[in-house]
């Protein structure tokens, strides 16, 4: 009798473990308010969208000279999904304190794309045409 009851506390604990712990469920994590446009826009295939929210800097990339410069950075975002942020520093001041593992709060508008999409505009707007969009890194607002 006892080996029976041992049994079924396992086959339970087994059953608990598995049905929480699945591999396949990492992928959609809770999303705070602030993440889910993005996360919504990723899913939906959708660009043109202004958004607001928070990543981990996961890599830092070179900045892009063609044109209007811009510093470009990889956030990770809660739901795992990645998004490159392309900030214009001819029109706002560059971080230059940026480090891999910083977090940093954005507003600008989002383009869809395979990889987790891009985030631009995070910038004033000079000819008053664009919503005006900001990065905030460790307490400052570049904008």
Not at 23 to 50: L, M, T, W
Not at 62 to 72: I, N, T
Not at 75 to 103: F, K, Y
């Amino acid at each position: 009798m006892r080996n029976i009851i041992f049994l079924i506390i396992i086959s339970a604990a087994f059953y608990y473990y598995n049905s929480q712990h699945r591999p396949d469920q990492s992928i959609e994590q809770p999303i705070s308010v602030a993440n889910q446009a993005i996360y919504d826009a990723y899913k939906n295939q959708r660009s043109d969208v202004q958004v607001r929210g928070t990543g981990i800097v996961s890599r830092i990339l070179s900045d892009d000279l063609e044109g209007s410069r811009h510093q470009r950075f990889i956030l990770r975002m809660e739901s795992g999904q990645t998004v490159l942020v392309a900030h214009n520093i001819d029109l706002a001041p560059r971080i230059n304190s940026l480090s891999e593992g910083d977090s940093v709060e954005f507003y600008g508008e989002y383009e869809f794309n395979t990889k987790g999409g891009v985030v631009h505009w995070t910038h004033h707007d000079p000819d008053n045409y664009h919503e005006n969009g900001w990065l905030i890194h460790r307490g400052s607002r570049y904008e």
